[in-house]
């Protein structure tokens, strides 16, 4: 009989799973980790938790000549609370915010951080990586953003602080420079009262969510906002403020009527992205849900 030839191995396409070449640095100060990023400029990068940075490394969608890892610089690490605000240093880990006494003053770092990833995940994850990362579907940024935070960017010549509004420009881009480093964020705490919700929908516990908002309000003695904070993710290059919705919201009691009306009111301006995972129309949909369902939640835990 015959002895067939074997047949040859298919070839199937692959990504690398080593990152490109780089130098090593671990710096013990922020003063020489912004020495480092100075002297090498956009071929260095911060390496924090690493939770994005790795995996993109290692499948070769980026690749830098240097990477200065931070986890041996303490000071960037650390909650405090001071004069109506909490600081948190961009070195600390999400796991570490999520059970902190000092960031539970701010009642939307507890909701939103539980949701980031899982356990291992925030385990390793700094509130730093994520915010620079700035992750359109990330929770940090949505919160940082919604709760006007200031934060603190420092280089080799100096430090400036730039309030969350300015902060973010695109899909994982901010002004933090190729020299810079975020190095703090200042969350104003609210007055005692007030209630706070997130909600989001995604296709697994632990996946990024395919939209989702965070958002607080304030309640006069009458049960009317006096203040209101919407805040989404999921539904454009940038966690985004529902500006239009705020305003609405405020000087009123609403009925659940009124915040169905509130939550169209939200998403009517927006045009989310399309992707395998959800449509723009989707995404606008369940996203004027959402937040009529986390304003409800929001407006019971401030009332009660």
Request: hydrophobic share 45%; glycine share 10%.
């Amino acid at each position: 009989m015959r002895k067939r030839s074997a047949k040859p191995p298919l070839a199937l396409p692959c990504r690398p799973v080593k990152p490109a070449p780089f130098e090593y640095h671990a710096p013990a100060t922020t003063a020489d980790a912004l020495a480092v990023l100075a002297e090498h400029g956009d071929e260095a990068k911060p390496l924090a938790g690493g939770q994005s940075l790795v995996p993109m490394l290692a499948l070769r969608l980026t690749r830098f000549g240097h990477l200065v890892d931070l986890n041996r610089v303490p000071e960037l690490a650390g909650i405090e609370r001071h004069n109506g605000t909490v600081t948190v240093g961009t070195m600390t880990r999400q796991a570490d915010l999520e059970r902190s006494p000092d960031a539970a003053a701010v009642p939307l770092l507890g909701l939103a951080t539980p949701l980031i990833g899982h356990f291992q995940i925030r385990n390793r994850g700094t509130v730093g990586g994520s915010i620079a990362h700035a992750d359109p579907a990330g929770e940090l940024p949505a919160v940082v953003l919604t709760l006007d935070a200031q934060l603190d960017i420092a280089s080799a010549s100096g430090t400036r602080t730039v309030s969350a509004s300015e902060f973010f420009e695109g899909t994982w881009t901010t002004v933090v420079g190729d020299d810079e480093l975020l190095t703090a964020v200042h969350f104003p705490v609210w007055a005692d009262g007030a209630g706070f919700a997130v909600d989001e929908v995604a296709r697994r516990l632990g996946d990024f969510a395919l939209v989702g908002v965070v958002c607080g309000v304030e309640l006069d003695g009458s049960s009317k906002v006096t203040r209101a904070a919407i805040g989404l993710l999921g539904m454009g290059g940038t966690p985004l403020r529902a500006a239009a919705a705020e305003q609405a919201l405020v000087g009123t009691a609403p009925t659940d009527d009124e915040l169905t009306e509130i939550g169209r009111l939200a998403v009517a301006d927006l045009d989310p992205p399309a992707d395998i995972h959800a449509s723009t129309e989707y995404r606008s949909s369940v996203g004027a849900h959402v937040v009529k369902r986390a304003l409800r939640t929001a407006l019971e835990r401030a009332g009660g």
